[in-house]
Each structure stands twice: as C-alpha cells, then as structure tokens.
C-alpha cells in the first residue's frame, strides 16, 4: 500500500481531491483569460534523494503545472524526500482553504522509489480530472511502499518548513483511542539444578570420648521420584571421621569410614534458599588403635536438617545438623579394662559447598 492521509477522508481519492481543494473551489475562468499560473512546490531533501529538478522531471507531463519555490512565494506543496534508519521517507503536504491538512507520506528502502510514488500524487493533485488508473509519463511508481503514520494522527510542519498557504486554522482531528498495554508476565522463578556435587567438614559426636572430626564428598540428585514426589531429593555420600585422645592406657586413636545415603522428602523454601528434613543411613567401619589395632562393623541411621543458599553461578553453600543412632553400641578396650565405650545416640554438625549442573 501506497501509506494514509490525516484527513477527515479514508480513500485514496479523496487525499487527492484535498490536494487540490484550493484549485477546484475557484470558479471557472473564461476561455479567454489567460493560463493558470503554476502550483508553488516548497521541495527539501537530503542524502541521496533527488534534487529539485531531478523530483520535477518525475512529475511528468504535469511539470508545467508546478515551480519550485523562490523567495518571498506563497506555497502550495510541500515535499520532504530524506534518509531515516527505517529507510527513505517522503512526505508531501497541502492544506485546503477548507482549513484541512493533507498529507501523504511513504517509506521505502530506495529514497529513488519514494520520490517516484510522491511525484506521482503530486502530478494526480496537480490534475485531478484525470483518472487515477490514467497513464503518467515519468518514472514507475515503487510497487509496495511501506505506511508510515497510522490514519487520523495529527500532522506537524517541521521546523524551518513554511507551512502551505491558508487563511483558516488547520482542521483539529479528535484523538483516537489507545488500546491499554496489557501487562507484563511475572518472571518465572529460575529452575533448580537437577544435579550437584559437593563436599562438608564439621563434626561428629557420641561415637568417641570427644569430638571427631568429620567430612564427606557427595552427589546429589533433586526431583528423584518426578513426577509423583517432585521435591524428594537423594544424596549420596563417602564419609569419613577420626579423632584421638589420651586414656588410663594412653593414646587411642580412632577412625570411621563409611558409605551414607541421604533421603530428603520435602523442601520448605524455593529454589535459591531452602530447608530440607532428612533422614539417613550409614554402613561401614569403626577401628580404634592402641597397643594393637581392632575394627568392627558399622551402622547407623540418622535425621537432621538442611539449609541450603544458592548464590550466582549455581553454587551453593549449606549447614545441617542432626543426631545419629548406631545400631549397636562399641566398647575400647586394653585388656580387661574398657577405656569407653560409644553413646546409644551421637550428634553430627557440618557446612558444605556444592555446584549445581
């Protein structure tokens, strides 16, 4: 389409019938008067575009009827040929005795084929008798320009630009109403990792006379059961615990290796910061070395409580504590004489690091 007009009319040849209102207001000369002078054009362009003369010889066969402007003229047309980011833009302008402004305005990526569609309705507004399908001389017209301004939208004079000649005031169109944006979508919530992998330091208690020192490396898989228990996550673990102290019988040095699975059925939070409620299991092995050195078989199981903060770069940090039961309870002994002799429930406290994936 060849673009809209800001008028009071929504065809093509009414545009051209606003054009040239002036014109066709005036009553007839007689046969003997002499020939009408020509149509003033204010003309402008930039870049590219074609100059005065060159925008003329476009108008064809009706060039007779147009001049450009001189200095101290009234004007008639105005035309504005100019290169945007969008492309070439051409404007053509003419405001009616009636007070209304016409305007005709198109873009096109070739500021030769813009220049070619305004001349054509300004050769059609010189000579509106003659039908619009009629044969033009001059340059084809761009097959498809692109609709610049939207249909009944106020039209301004550029700066510097005189606007065409007329006595009344231009026409003042209503506004058109705007539809309301709708609003924007909330965000959704970053998805957590459905993989990660860690370790923990931290401690652990009842298992010796003091505190041992504990620390594991883990894997950790969320959304285990999807989709029937979406927030169940399981974690593997390898831990490992030792400590010594002076007894009756001196030093006694004490370890723990075991392999931990970890089952959190809930998460209370969201996916950056968490709280999960565990319960757990360990099998493995208890050796305790002093004279000589003896091990045993261990099992336990546990509950406790983990916090999680997942900061930037899916890495997070955690603490969690919580209290262990061994399944049997494990006496040191030298000789005879048992030097201690494990608690029937033991704490466990520990801080983590993890990177999701």
């Not at 504005?80 to 051409?90: D, K, V």
């Not at 360990?282 to 546990?302: F, M, N, P, T, Y």
Request: charged share 20%; net charge negative.
């Amino acid at each position: 389409m060849l673009g809209r007009f800001s008028a009071a009319s929504g065809s093509y040849a009414a545009f051209i019938l606003a054009l040239a209102g002036a014109a066709r207001a005036q009553p007839p000369a007689p046969a003997a008067a002499a020939a009408p002078e020509p149509a003033v054009l204010w003309y402008r362009s930039s870049g590219d575009c074609p100059d005065g003369a060159g925008f003329l010889t476009r108008v064809g066969d009706r060039a007779a009827s147009v001049r450009l402007a001189e200095a101290g003229d009234r004007v008639d047309f105005v035309v504005n040929l100019s290169m945007t980011p969008e492309g070439a833009r051409g404007r053509l302008e003419r405001e009616t005795e009636g007070g209304t402004v016409a305007i005709r305005e198109v873009v096109d990526a070739s500021c030769e084929r813009a220049a070619d569609v305004i001349a054509l309705n300004l050769a059609l507004a010189l000579d509106p008798e003659r039908p619009a399908g009629g044969p033009v001389t001059g340059p084809a017209t761009s097959p498809a320009p692109k609709t610049s301004e939207p249909a009944g939208a106020e039209q301004e004079t550029e700066a510097g630009v005189p606007r065409p000649r007329s006595t009344p005031p231009p026409a003042k169109l209503l506004p058109q109403a705007v539809p309301e944006a709708a609003p924007p979508e909330p965000e959704a919530e970053p998805e957590p990792d459905r993989w990660r992998v860690g370790a923990q330091g931290g401690v652990l208690g009842g298992v010796a006379p003091e505190l041992m020192a504990r620390f594991t490396v883990f894997a950790e898989l969320s959304g285990a059961l999807v989709p029937l228990l979406t927030d169940v996550t399981v974690r593997v673990l390898a831990v490992g615990a030792f400590g010594s102290w002076d007894t009756d019988s001196g030093a006694v040095d004490q370890s723990l290796w075991a392999a931990r699975i970890d089952v959190c059925p809930l998460s209370l939070g969201g996916p950056v910061v968490s709280l999960k409620p565990c319960v757990a299991g360990e099998l493995g092995q208890v050796r305790a070395s002093h004279d000589q050195s003896a091990s045993a078989l261990w099992g336990a199981l546990g509950v406790h409580a983990r916090a999680q903060w997942v900061l930037g770069s899916s890495v997070a940090i955690e603490a969690e504590g919580g209290a262990l039961f061994p399944m049997r309870r494990y006496e040191v002994a030298a000789g005879s004489t048992v030097l201690y002799r494990s608690a029937p429930a033991g704490l466990s406290a520990a801080v983590g690091t993890s990177i999701g994936f």
